[in-house]
């Protein structure tokens, strides 16, 4: 299929919709967690679509590690401020001040994982019990696991051999005190799907998705943006060249690729050629084979 002629799979616009419908029915205290990334902008898209002409009713939850994109932040607020939308952020840093988060030292430390450590402290300050996310199964193998409601015991935790069957597009949002749900309502899109979308519903993104220059280092193959928060050695030498973000995080966890894609469609045909997965420029997903799979266990979106 040619992916500009329009023909998003609207069908699965329709399922995401439902998904989104059903969180507000089943659960008393949703939010949608929101990191200004192409995924969380769409789960945006939908849950407007969701409540059309009503407001999207449940707040957005932001867990910021401070080392986030500053291009990101700024489309955050942007975003919020026009659609008038109700928005938590909560501090990695406050969690690492009250000292039950301890911060990485070393060449590869980010806060990334400690991510976990506030985003639970959140859900038990505000009493959510369903938190929508965008994971996609096409990411990884350990969201590949992911059912699109995904119970957490009363610890965050997640267990793939307990996850419930979901038939028929019967989703169980059913828990036991202390317990909460992660849900996915596109969990069955595909990185094409979104991008498709995006340039269909004609979505507003942060810049740093499309080719720019910026001041970068090589480091185990891979092209790391130049940053205060990310540690560095002499070897290592600072030079600008014209990149994009496939995928948007910490900074100290993601990588660019070398690009000239400035607008969408270039974006769309350079994916559709990449010998690389969209993860693969996730850093923190190369500290080992089960590097996802860990995170989730303990908490992790």
């Known amino acids: 299929m040619n992916v500009f002629n329009g023909q998003f799979p609207r069908e699965l616009e329709d399922e995401s919709i439902y998904i989104m419908r059903e969180v507000a029915a089943q659960f008393e205290k949703p939010v949608l967690l929101f990191s200004g990334g192409k995924d969380s902008i769409t789960l945006v898209r939908l849950a407007e679509k969701a409540f059309y002409p009503g407001k999207i009713p449940f707040p957005l939850l932001h867990v910021d590690t401070g080392h986030n994109f500053p ?3 700024a489309f955050r607020d942007a975003l919020v401020e026009e659609l008038g939308l109700e928005l938590h952020v909560r501090y990695v840093q406050d969690s690492i001040d009250k000292k039950i988060a ?9 806060r990334n994982a400690l991510q976990t450590v506030t985003l639970l402290a959140a859900i038990e300050e505000f009493k959510f019990d369903a938190c929508i996310g965008g994971a996609r199964r096409d990411e990884e193998k350990a969201r590949a ?11 965050g935790q997640w267990d793939a051999k307990k996850q419930r069957p979901e038939l028929f597009d019967m989703l169980n949002g059913r828990i036991n005190v202390g317990e909460n749900v992660r849900v996915f309502p596109i969990s069955n899109w595909t990185e094409i799907d979104v991008w498709n979308y995006i340039r269909e519903e004609k979505l507003e993104i942060p810049s740093i998705y499309y080719a720019h220059e910026r001041e970068v280092f090589q480091r185990d193959g891979m092209i790391w943006p130049n940053s205060t928060f990310i540690n560095k050695d002499e070897s290592e030498k600072i030079e600008t060249r014209t990149v994009r973000f496939r995928t948007v995080g910490d900074m ?3 990588a660019a690729v070398e690009s000239d894609a400035d607008r969408i469609e270039r974006v769309i045909e350079e994916i559709l050629s990449a010998t690389i997965s969209e993860r693969g420029a996730r850093i923190d997903d190369k500290r080992s084979e089960a590097a996802m799979e860990k995170r989730k266990q303990y908490g992790y979106f």
């Open 71 to 73: 291009e990101t932040i």
């Open 102 to 110: 301890v911060e990485e030292s070393g060449k590869y430390a980010s």
């Open 145 to 155: 696991k992911e059912r699109v409601f995904s119970v957490r015991d009363d610890f």
């Open 252 to 254: 100290t966890c993601t």
